[in-house]
Every structure is written in C-alpha cells, then in structure tokens.
C-alpha cells in the first residue's frame, strides 16, 4: 500500500495504536529498540502483541530508503552507504569511525545541491531534490543498524553530505526535532550540527528553534569576488549580512559557530587572505576549521593547498586568538567527501521524470 504512516510520525502511529487497543508501553518498547537501540524493524515488532505485529507492519513503513551500495575505505575508518529513495535517485550518507573509538554521521538533505559550489561534486549534479524528514531520519537508521552490529554507535550527527540544508529548511526542521524528541531518538542537541553556505535568515531562525544545536557557515573567503567564484550563491547575500547574521546567533546561542575554509593552493590560503579573516571574524565567538580539498573530475582548475601553507595560515589565525583546527578527511579512497559516484544515475533519472507523454487532443 502506498499510503503507509511513517514510523517517524508520532501522532499517527499513536492513533494506529490506540486502533490496534495495545498499551502504550509496548510501542515505547518499539520505539527505543528501533530508534535508540537500532535493533532493526523485526527485533522492534517483537516488542508488540503478537495478534498485531502484523497489521502494524503492514501499515507503517520503517525504511523510505534502501541502501543500494555500501563502500568501505581501505586507507581508514569511513564508510559510505550509497541509498536510494522511493522515486529512484540516489544519495549519500558517510559513517566516520575515528580514532578515538568516536563514530559520526555525515548526512544529507537533498540530492544534489542548487548552491552549485564550482569546487563541489554535488554541486555539479544538476540535480537538486529536496529529500522528506522520513528520508533524512532513514539515513541515522540504516547507519545505527551498522553501528550497532559493530558494537559500537553514532555520536555525532553532520548536515555536511549533499544539499543545501537550508534549501530544505522545513524537513531539516522536522529530522532535528525528531532526533532530539525524548519520544523518538533522544540524541543530544550539542552533537548535531548543520552546515550552510550561508543564508543569514535561516542561520538565526534555526538557531531560535534549536539554541544548543551547532551551526557552521562554510565561509572559504573574506574577499567577495573570490567568495562568489567559488560559491556563486553568495552573491545573493553579502559578507555585512552573514556577519550580522553570526552576530545574532552568538546572542541567541551558548555555542561557538564553526567557520568551515576550504584552502585551495593560490585563491584563497595567502597569509594576507588569513589575516583578512581574522579581522573578519574579531569580535565574533567562533572557531575556525581548515580543510584540505579533495580534487574533483569536474574541476581540474583547483589544487589543494600543501601542509606547509595550512600550518602558516592556521598560525595567523591562532596568534588572533581563534580556535583553529585542520580537518583530517576520511574516505578518500572511496570519494566519501562527496557525491561523485551518484551524478550520471541521479542526472538520467531527473530527465526520465521530466519527460511527460504529450496529451492528446
């Protein structure tokens, strides 16, 4: 049947269970070792009266997504999982065990990205489809079912894998929700961050909605011609505003906002380019952090900046007095960083939907 309530939707699972006359404890009993404990969608119907798991099960969908491939790297501790959705197209999530024993999730919201970032896989899809809370949610699922059999479990969550987080403002809304709700998953605020290429007034709406939730703004340069060639969105919104937007969400949160860089070798890592984004930054709580960039077929005209050059810049930064960390990526034996691998399936399945039959007259 397609009309199938969503596990994730608490009023009309509990309506279903209110017709199906089984106490509330058990679906509680469903819920944790579904959501909590990641036990999979049968030990979960096993938490039920027997005389209703079936019309249960044949009446709420568990997984909107199926996982279609599953890449782990050879070089560390990353695993990408290549899913598919409902209409057919394909998207990413990546699980980063570090080494610390810490496991985070880098998830998605959409498939493709209509921010179109020159130096992003993604962004060079040509495909932009806003993914539902169920499908964002699915993606903490299938990873926790992996993470579980590994003994082990997801501790951070990333809005960081394809899309533009808040080109999808209102399914993010509901996926954090879900994630924080006692109810459902229960998973701590402070572990979850959502990364934007900057929209001012949805960094400070989501901050209201969710003060102790992380943010961070991927910035890459203080320069605005530069800003806007490498991220051509950001020529709708201006340096001033993005400020005043980080500004906003200092008052509002306890948290420092994470400037994500990407250094790219002669466009933006010069020591000038760093002490120009220091003053940027001063008078801003936030901290900053470095990231190598990963070659990508579609744009041969960038080069990653070597280690000496992202040492020196994160010196300027650090003697400013800002927090500064260089990212260490994972995956890179298996493009984990980015959707490479899904671009050709995902732009063919896009032209198949939009070619309709011509009505008849």
Known sequence: MTDR?????????????????FEPRRLRALRTAYLKKFLGAQAALSELPADVRGEFARRVEFHSLA??????????????LVLRTAAGFSMEAVIMRTGTGRVSLCVSSQVGCAAACGFCATGQMGVAK????????????????????????VRNIVFMGMGEPFHNEQAVYEAVAALLSPELFHHTPGRILISTVGIP???????????????????????????????PLAAKYSLEELRA?????????????????????GVNDSLDAASELAAWMTGLDVHVNLIPYNPIESAPQWRATEQPARDA???????????????????????????????????????QQTRQPTPVA
């Open 130 to 153: 806003s993914l539902s809370a169920a499908e964002i949610l699915d993606q903490v699922v299938l990873a926790g079912e992996r993470m579980q059999a590994e003994g082990r479990c």
């Open 201 to 231: 007034d949805a960094m400070v709406r989501c901050a209201r909605r969710f003060p102790e939730v992380n943010l961070a703004l991927s910035l890459h340069s203080v320069r605005p011609e530069v800003r806007e060639q490498l991220i």
């Open 5 to 21: 309530i969503s596990i994730y939707d608490t009023v009309a699972v509990d309506r279903l269970r209110a017709e199906l006359k």
């Open 245 to 265: 937007a980080v500004v906003q969400v200092n008052r509002i949160q306890n948290n420092s906002v994470m400037i994500e860089y990407l250094m790219l070798a």
């Open 67 to 80: 996982v279609a491939d599953v890449r782990d790297s050879q070089l560390d501790g990353a695993t990408k």
């Open 313 to 351: 810049f994160a010196a300027v930064l650090r003697q400013a007095g800002f927090t500064t960390t260089i990212r260490y990526s994972l995956g890179a034996d298996i493009a984990a960083a980015c959707g490479q691998l899904v671009q050709r399936e995902n732009r063919q399945i896009a032209r």
